[in-house]
């Protein structure tokens, strides 16, 4: 049923218990501080000012503002009793010289004893005594860092604490981090501490961070705290095969056994049905540090797909609650074998801002899952953070573990290095001839020779293009240690040049470009000679993911590279905050994988990311409890799907598409997809062969055949085994044009049924009175003139009808037409709107978008806006009044703006709103630093202005840009798609957006962009 082992220490565990138990009555409780209450708080400031209460991943701390910050707390000792400190800690960025000193003073003399706590994988804690005014300690020792860990990275993502245990008893101290075992030191004389003081002592931008700091008196811990429940890295099981598996351990900081009873039930996460579900019940005793693993074989027998996991931990009358999930594997897709799996099928793990003992378990599940190739960042800072010092240790262990787990990788090399690097160029970094050539020859080099055996793949910077510009001072971002496209270019020139004389024939250095104007960057690139240099391309191909590689392979053939080397560095979804988007990136996984099996020489893709510790916690395979969100189970059922796979073919119905996969060896693989509402697909069996239909979940059925045919319910997305055609489809996909007098045209695509059936269209308008249906004829469109002109800013509810093939299908939709009306260039010019112009108001919940569940929305004083549009003959107009009750700049060194309170302004030019049209995304904000900022991603001959302040509340945005550089030649009746995001963020990390037409955050798609017809006049001439 069980056993019982030592922790292998993991990133944070989900869920801590905080709950009081018996204490024995010399037990004594001195403080407890989780810096979430106020008074608690400034107990530890006092005066100090240099440290403040963050939050990161909801969990609050109290974070160092750098070297020499201190902050410090009385204690009490008792005669004959031992006092107990526990501290937990970690650290805002991951360059390994941080250090934490605990410095305890006695109580009846000067004498102090000094912890220093350090960050860095393989060093060591030291101890120092401090007899009475001496400056310089005798030290008692070090402790051997297999024996305590400092909590080591953080990765400047997410605080991971580490929890160390100070005990002082007369003239011993002890120190154990919890779960290893206890060092003793022995002081000079006896000890009892009456103050205790921590202080930043790194020499870097480390900044300590604290999450909990407590001390008791006495020998059994009175607060007895916490236990532990965690599951296994992804919490996967495979059906019949695998008992689930649930680790609990005691984390009370004395020595006696206490008694917990497990209650657990499992029932799907999706549809719950009581019968159905699954108790579990055990009695265990625990330990502190002890680790209980519970193999639940009750719970075998379970079907694939998505188990909430639920119920409670008690331990004398205290309870646990639980809530967590977990997921049944398909068993008949483990069998697939891995090494059919395409090699490209990749994954970003992200795994180096998680402590190094999670990595063999991360390893395990993303086999488990089916990935075949994965991208690490090394990065200088980590590889060499001191001149001369290189540390090897994390990048073998990674490629240990690639090879054990027959994998490939791909290195980014990117980022310039640490501090020191900083200092020996002047902070010009590699704006320089010189800072390149460092960059090339103490980085790129020595890692290149270290690894080129084994790495076949090098990209060349992690989005260089955001945000690099002609003017090296105006770069951004990632460009931002290089500045300028030449520079960046002389790098990937310089780094193939070297990399190609070290003797490994058979790598490819390949230039890096995000999703933005990629086209007119590859031209750029070009002339200045990477045609000479070239080895392939990667591109991060968020949006229209096949789209982006077809469009630059067929530039790259202009340019003299037939079937150039590609690869996809990122391509990811965020889920948002609901199970519908949940489920669109479970969809948009199964759609990336299937359709680039049609990309001639892939080298790889990878999804972004494999958890959700980083990237807003929205865009992870699992959550930040490394437990499954439902794009877990669709990669691991696509990829499985995808065993065998040689060719492909895509094609599109409307808003339907589908996705055939030809296999080796077995029958082909069809996915379909749909960007609008739930369809019923009929399918027409060519071979007389049973189909085999997979959701999302993992779970398979055999439909019933009728006739030769079969059909189903598309409502998120089906993967189909079988040789099998598409017979008829309805779902229709809309497009609206307008004529001269600005009424509304209506297009509707469904396609043409295979078998040659009549297909009939209808619309309705109620609000317009509007009823009517078409034929379809060869083109598979029809179209709808309305009788009227639409009010602005306004969506007209309509519906759909689509009859064929014997089913008829009715689809919601909404028409749009907000006129934008022309100023006069005094007016555009002006950081305040005319008078004339209407506004459009964004306020309350459903104008506010939440990224992540336990953050909250709270009304229009927390984030709302009026917006204004306008144009000229020569630009475009956008001004944003907001009101903001907590505004947070975009730091000046900030990777990149989104996360900070800033905007967005979206457009499709030629107003085509649907999925996988091109689109420009203009981004904007107020930094740190005080400039107004405003690029185009990636786009540098792209030139928005902004004009911006905060006043109060308040915060003014006035946003221009050449209606040239967007190809708009503006004048009546143009018509284009715009959408406009304002994010929020209230010191914790953007918690969400304002928006005003969607497809910009959640999924680059114009399909969501609004509709906006440029008008001459004014809005009172048009009844408005």
Not at 271 to 293: C, I, K, L, N, W
Not at 403 to 430: K, N, R
Not at 911 to 939: C, H, K, N, Y
Request: aromatic residues 8%; contains cysteine; charged residues 25%.
């Amino acid at each position: 049923m069980h056993d019982t082992r030592t922790s292998i220490p993991m990133f944070a565990a989900f869920l801590l218990l905080l709950f009081a138990v018996g204490a024995s009555a010399s037990a004594e409780a001195l403080f407890d501080s989780r810096f979430t209450d106020e008074d608690e708080t400034a107990a530890w400031l006092g005066e100090a000012e240099s440290w403040n209460v963050v939050r990161r991943q909801g969990v609050p701390a109290l974070e160092s503002g750098g070297p020499g910050a201190a902050i410090g707390r009385a204690l009490s000792a008792r005669e004959g009793e031992p006092t107990h400190i526990v501290v937990e800690y970690g650290w805002r960025a991951g360059r390994g010289r941080g250090l934490l000193e605990a410095r305890l003073t006695n109580a009846d003399s000067d004498d102090e004893v000094v912890i220093v706590l350090r960050q860095a994988d393989g060093e060591k804690y030291e101890v120092y005594w401090h007899a009475g005014d001496e400056d310089e300690g005798e030290s008692l020792g070090s402790l051997a860092d297999d024996t305590l860990d400092a909590g080591v990275q953080s990765g400047g993502v997410a605080l991971t604490p580490a929890v160390v245990h100070f005990e002082l008893d007369g003239d011993q101290l002890r120190i154990a981090r919890f779960g290893g075992d206890t060092t003793e030191v022995q002081l000079p004389r006896a000890f009892q501490p009456a103050h205790l003081t921590l202080r930043d002592a790194s020499p870097g931008k480390e900044q300590a961070r604290l999450a909990r700091v407590r001390a008791f008196i006495g020998a059994v811990d009175p607060t007895s705290d916490v236990v532990e429940f965690r599951m296994p890295f992804g919490a996967s099981f495979v059906e019949d095969r695998e008992a689930p598996i649930v680790r609990l351990r005691g984390t009370w900081f004395s020595g006696e056994a206490r008694t917990a009873n497990v209650q657990l039930t499992a029932e799907d996460y999706v549809e719950p049905d009581p019968s159905a579900a699954r108790q579990f019940s055990y009695e265990v005793q625990m330990r502190p540090g002890e680790q209980v693993e519970l193999a639940i074989e009750d719970f075998l027998g379970l079907t694939p797909g998505l188990y909430r996991l639920h119920g409670e931990i008690a331990i004398e009358d205290r309870t646990l609650p639980i809530d967590a999930r977990f997921a049944v594997l398909s068993k008949d897709l483990a069998d697939r074998p891995q090494e059919e799996i395409p090699q490209w099928v990749g994954v970003v793990p992200f795994i180096n801002v998680l402590e190094r003992t999670v990595y063999p378990e991360s390893f395990e599940y993303m086999e488990k899952l089916g990935v075949r190739h994965v991208r690490w960042l090394p990065g200088w800072g980590r590889l060499e953070p001191e001149k001369g010092q290189y540390e090897w240790g994390e990048s073998d262990q990674f490629m240990d573990l690639v090879a054990e787990h027959q994998m490939e990788a791909m290195f980014c090399l990117s980022y310039y290095g640490g501090d020191w690097t900083h200092d020996v160029t002047d902070g010009q970094l590699a704006h320089t001839h010189e800072g390149r050539t460092m960059w090339v020859e103490r980085f790129a080099v020595p890692t290149i020779e270290r690894y080129g055996d084994r790495v076949k793949l090098w990209q060349i910077w992690n989005e260089p293009d955001a945000f690099w510009n002609e003017d090296p001072d105006k770069a951004y971002g990632f460009a931002s240690a290089f500045g300028t496209p030449a520079n960046y270019y002389d790098l990937v020139k310089r780094t193939h040049e070297a990399a190609h004389q070290l003797g490994h024939d058979d790598i490819r250095i390949l230039a890096s470009l995000s999703s933005g104007n990629y086209q007119s960057n590859i031209r750029l690139l070009f002339e200045f000679g990477l045609g000479e240099h070239f080895d392939g391309l990667i591109l991060h191909t968020y949006g229209h993911h096949v789209r982006h590689f077809r469009v630059a392979g067929r530039l790259l053939a202009e340019l003299g590279h037939d079937t150039p080397a590609l690869g996809s560095g990122e391509i990811g979804l965020p889920r948002g905050n609901d199970w519908d988007g949940a489920m669109r990136q479970a969809r948009v996984v199964t759609q990336v994988m299937s359709s680039s099996i049609t990309i001639p020489n892939l080298q790889n893709v990878h999804w972004f990311v494999l958890h959700d510790t980083v990237a807003g916690g929205n865009f992870g395979l699992i959550n930040q409890d490394l437990q499954p969100h439902p794009s877990a189970l669709a990669y691991y059922t696509i990829a499985r799907l995808m065993s065998g796979a040689v060719d492909g073919e895509i094609e599109e119905r409307g808003a339907l598409t589908l996705y055939r996969v030809e296999r080796s060896g077995r029958s082909p693989l069809l996915t379909v997809t749909n960007q609008a509402a739930p369809t019923l697909v009929t399918f027409e069996v060519n071979d007389g062969q049973q189909p085999v239909v997979w959701d999302l979940m993992g779970r398979s059925s055999e439909p019933e055949v009728t006739e030769g045919r079969f059909t189903v319910d598309l409502t998120h997305g089906l993967m189909i085994e079988g040789d099998v055609t598409a017979a008829s489809s309805v779902e229709p996909a809309t497009t609206v044009e307008f004529d001269d007098k600005g009424r509304p045209t209506v297009n509707v695509a469904v396609g043409r049924p295979a078998d040659g059936a009549e297909a009939v269209v209808g619309l309705r308008v109620p609000e317009l009175d509007f009823e009517a249906s078409q034929s379809v004829g060869d083109t598979g469109d029809v179209s709808f003139t309305l009788p009227s002109v639409l009010e602005p800013n306004r969506q007209y509810d309509a519906e759909i009808t689509v009859t064929m093939a014997g089913s008829e299908m009715r689809q919601p939709t909404k028409l749009e037409a907000t006129p934008v009306y022309q100023v006069t260039p005094e007016q555009a010019a002006s950081p305040t709107p005319p008078d004339h112009l209407p506004g459009i108001e964004l306020s309350g919940e459903e104008a506010f978008r939440l990224m992540a569940a336990h953050r909250t929305y709270h009304g229009p004083e927390d984030s709302s806006a009026m917006i204004y549009l306008g144009w000229t003959l020569e630009e475009l107009v956008l001004w944003i009044e907001q009101t903001d009750d907590i505004h947070v700049p975009i730091p000046a060194q900030a990777p990149n703006p989104f996360g900070y309170d800033s905007g967005h302004w979206a457009f499709q030019p030629e107003g085509r709103l649907a999925p996988g049209e091109s689109f420009i995304e203009i981004t904007f904000g107020l930094r740190d630093d005080g400039e107004q900022w405003a690029r185009v991603m990636g786009q540098p001959h792209y030139s928005p202005k902004l004009q911006a302040e905060r006043s109060g509340t308040t915060t003014r945005y006035h946003v221009t840009i050449p209606a040239a550089q967007l190809g708009i030649v503006p004048g009546h009746g143009v018509s284009i798609g715009t959408a406009v995001i304002i994010n929020d963020n209230d010191g914790e990390g953007r918690k969400g957006w304002l928006f005003w037409g969607e497809g910009v955050h959640n999924q680059k798609n114009p399909a969501q962009y609004r509709r906006v017809i440029l008008t001459e006049g004014s809005p009172e001439e048009h009844g408005q």
